[in-house]
């Protein structure tokens, strides 16, 4: 007879391995722990010690914010301006969102049931390449599209559409000095920027639809307008729902565009910054910070009803 096998000793890494692989809850527990903690401290407690600045005072006379428990800063907020800013500010958001669907939607069809090879992937870097570039500089550059003698304006008068553009700058409201100073042009400036975050949930939704499905809609008669009322379209609202909720959050909170582009308004977004950046009153802009996040847990929470979230 042999001699017996010697036992090789395990190591503490394959014991351990070993002993998570026999409790998975456990394993589970270790592995969400740390990003749960970290959401729950950074982000979670972020957010109460902003909503718990709003309930603080602001003193004009020193400049100081005042640690006593009032509702003052509150029953500042409720103005006007702060009414009228804040439907500006979404109608603005909403108009986006539904512009950035509309466009997005046939680029991200063609890509996902189309487009194969290199063509999706020259598609693809059209998509995110201005990604990669400073935010900054991109919105400048449509400050310079924009304006009075930028290429935009060049090119509708040499296509014989001067009129056209002069109308849309007289409209009241929309209009202005030109595209650079008005709210149309910082409505294109939007679209531009949050497109892409429109197209690629759209695409990776309507890549996530089977090809016999459609096939089923054609041999059962459905002509091709039907198929995308009752398969397609379906099933990719959970992408629509999504991009939605990037391009209408971004521009519901952001303050450089309207900084930058378009008319002297203001938005929710500069509000909050000049209310804490220029006048330093933080308990004000803490207070209208809670406008976005209640508008948009609206929102979630109607999308979520509606069932859109179930797919994704």
């Not at 512009?99 to 090879?117: E, K, L, N, W």
């Not at 109308?167 to 910082?186: D, E």
């Not at 016999?212 to 307008?225: I, K, N, Q, V």
């Amino acid at each position: 007879m042999g001699e017996p096998a010697t036992r090789v000793p395990r190591s503490l890494g394959h014991r351990l391995s070993g002993a998570l692989h026999r409790r998975p809850r456990l394993k589970l527990a270790l592995l969400l722990t740390p990003p749960l903690v970290w959401l729950a401290v950074v982000y979670v407690g972020a957010l109460a010690a902003l909503v718990l600045q709003s309930f603080y005072r602001y003193d004009d006379f020193s400049g100081t914010v005042r640690h006593t428990f009032t509702l003052d800063t509150w029953h500042s907020m409720l103005t006007r301006v702060t009414f009228d800013t804040t439907a500006r500010t979404v109608v603005m958001a909403a108009a986006v969102t539904v512009a950035s669907a509309v466009i997005a939607y046939p680029v991200a069809y063609f890509m996902a049931r189309y487009a194969t090879g290199r063509t999706r992937t020259v598609l693809v870097a059209m998509v995110l390449v201005p990604l990669w570039s400073s935010y900054l500089v991109r919105v400048y550059s449509w400050k310079l599209i924009l304006s009075k003698t930028g290429v935009l304006p060049w090119f509708a008068h040499q296509l014989g559409l001067g009129f056209a553009l002069d109308w849309v700058l007289r409209l009241p409201g929309v209009g202005g000095p030109s595209l650079a100073t008005s709210v149309v042009g910082q409505f294109l400036v939007f679209v531009y920027i949050w497109l892409p975050y429109m197209i690629l949930p759209i695409q990776a939704a309507l890549e996530r639809v089977p090809t016999s499905y459609l096939e089923a809609a054609g041999d059962l008669g459905a002509t091709p307008r039907t198929t995308f009322r009752t398969v397609v379209w379906p099933l990719a609202l959970p992408g629509v729902a999504a991009g939605s909720i990037f391009t209408f959050s971004l521009t519901l909170g952001d303050y450089i565009i309207p900084t930058i582009i378009g008319t002297s308004q203001p938005t929710i977004g500069k509000l909050i910054y000049d209310s804490q950046g220029v006048s330093g009153n933080l308990p004000l802009a803490a207070a209208l910070t809670v406008i976005p996040m209640a508008i948009m847990a609206v929102y979630l929470f109607t999308a979520r009803r509606a069932g859109v979230f179930e797919a994704l």
